[in-house]
T-cell receptor
Framework: GAVVSQHPSWVICKSGTSVKIECRSL??????MFWYRQFPKQSLMLMAT?????????EQGVEKDKFLINHASLTLSTLTVTSAHPEDSSFYIC???????????????FGPGTRLTVL | AQKVTQAQTEISVVEKEDVTLDCVYE???????LFWYKQPPSGELVFLIR??????QNEISGRYSWNFQKSTSSFNFTITASQVVDSAVYFC???????????????FGAGTRLFVKA
């Protein structure tokens, strides 16, 4: 099956710094990428959806200025947590999809996740 | 609105017992997809099954089986003869093409934590 990688797999940073997480589709072109956040013992919550070359669509309650998403190519999307604070500590999971607007099905493949700890 | 409800927060069974994880969904889409994922302690999601809304056939894969009933909007997952390695969090998810956003969204249920004791 299709492979999605995330880098780094874990990161610890000081409060106030920015952290960038990369999501790559290794053997396919992803027209759509999704970013999820998962707090301990909770479900995955969709943060935003991004299509290659266009601005990300953020879910209600997600600050677009704090969580910057760039989907510059069909194989790479990045999530930057700006001025991270302890409450941003979470497990961030990306997924890459193969459909775009008007398609009948979006096959999604999930990355392994990035565990962010903000001290 | 789309919603996935997994009413069982935690289930604890003894090895070799059968266990069923419940999933109830809500959607206004006529075409949608249902999934089950396993999340072991490592955190990486493991895909188990995908079902589209037009295929109500039940499916069996080894010790795993799934019962999809549109009439009750349910997509339940049964593990037969459970094993310790089945201990994980299991998520039911719903994916649909939401015309107002112009794209797909996948919504996850809250998850059911399964403990299988030896």
């Amino acid at each position: 099956g299709a492979v999605v990688s995330q880098h780094p797999s874990w990161v610890i940073c000081k409060s106030g710094t920015s952290v960038k997480i990369e999501c790559r589709s290794l053997d396919f072109q992803a027209t759509t990428m999704f970013w999820y956040r998962q707090f301990p013992k909770q479900s995955l919550m969709l943060m935003a959806t991004s299509n290659e070359g266009s601005k990300a669509t953020y879910e209600q309650g997600v600050e677009k200025d704090k969580f910057l998403i760039n989907h510059a190519s069909l194989t790479l999307s990045t999530l930057t947590v700006t001025s991270a604070h302890p409450e941003d500590s979470s497990f961030y999971i990306c997924s890459a999809g193969t459909s775009g607007r008007g398609s009948s099905y979006n096959e999604q493949f999930f990355g392994p996740g990035t565990r962010l700890t903000v001290l | 609105a789309q919603k996935v409800t997994q009413a069982q927060t935690e289930i604890s069974v003894v090895e070799k017992e059968d266990v069923t994880l419940d999933c109830v969904y809500e959607t206004r889409d006529t075409t949608y997809y249902l999934f089950w994922y396993k999340q072991p302690p490592s955190g990486e999601l493991v895909f188990l099954i995908r079902r589209n809304s037009f295929d109500e056939q039940n499916e069996i894969s080894g010790r795993y089986s799934w019962n999809f009933q549109k009439s009750t909007s349910s997509f339940n997952f049964t593990i037969t003869a459970s094993q310790v390695v089945d201990s994980a969090v299991y998520f039911c998810a719903l994916s649909g093409f939401l015309y107002y956003t112009g794209g797909f969204k996948t919504i996850f249920g809250a998850g059911t934590r399964l403990f299988v004791k030896a």
